[in-house]
């Protein structure tokens, strides 16, 4: 599975729009990018994940360059609740493993 | 129901102990994760069960034992455990087709301590 690299830590204004980007250089046709976040001491929650083209839902928006080698989650209007570690994730088709990277903490100020 | 259970939600055990972490979920999932989380760092994924089989260990030592009694079901067996077994276990669960949205639901975490 491709790793990923994410920044280590944001900070977005309530509000604002929060941009998570991941970089996933090594990524192969046949693998999906999946976003997930972790609220202080839960477990993970799913937000969205995409393939090659563009996807939103009542969460989120996924936006994957033409190469499919790096991918931004926005928030469109950041709350305090969003405050988490966010974790893109790349998955195979053909599996159902999870290897998650280190992760954004991403902190929304109020 | 879109839930994962996990109990109990804290735990504590000396090293000689013999303990049971336990996973339920009633989506009519076919697959089912265990994963080990420490302080201030990423899930590491430790075991796979689909359709009630162990098809994925990730080089986990032997003190930890899974099992998969039905497909609703997933107990993670702890053995002999050391000080830095301490951390979040957590479980999760996906429909197990590996299809496109083949997400993964996690429990809340049982917190482990071992002293």
């Known amino acids: 599975d491709a790793k990923t690299t994410q920044p280590t830590s944001m900070d977005c204004a309530e509000g604002r729009a929060a941009n998570l980007p991941c970089n996933h250089s090594t990524i192969s046709g046949n693998e999906y990018v999946y976003w997930y976040r972790q609220i202080h001491s839960q477990g993970p929650q799913y937000i969205i994940h995409?393939?090659?083209n563009n996807e939103t839902n009542e969460m989120a928006s996924l936006i994957i360059t033409e190469d499919r080698k790096s991918s931004t989650l926005i928030l469109p209007h950041a709350t305090l609740r969003d405050t988490a570690v966010y974790y893109c994730?790349?998955?195979?088709?053909?599996?159902?493993?999870?290897?998650f990277g280190t992760g954004t903490s991403l902190t929304v100020i109020p | 129901d879109t839930e994962v259970t996990q109990t109990p939600k804290h735990l504590v055990m000396g090293m000689t102990n013999k303990k049971s972490l336990k996973c339920e979920q009633h989506?009519?999932?076919?697959?089912m994760y265990w994963y080990k989380q420490k302080a201030k760092k990423p899930p590491e994924l430790m075991f796979v069960y689909s359709y009630e089989k162990l098809s994925i260990n990730e080089s986990v030592p032997s003190r930890f034992s899974p099992e998969c009694p039905n497909s609703s079901l997933l107990n993670l067996h702890l053995h002999a455990l050391q000080p830095e077994d301490s951390a979040l276990y957590l479980c999760a669960s996906s429909q197990g087709d590996g299809g496109s949205l083949d997400e993964q639901f996690f429990g809340p975490g049982t917190r482990l301590t071992v002293l």
């Open positions: 995409g393939l090659k």
């Open positions: 994730i790349v998955r195979a088709f053909t599996g159902n493993q999870f290897y």
């Open positions: 989506m009519g999932h076919r697959a």
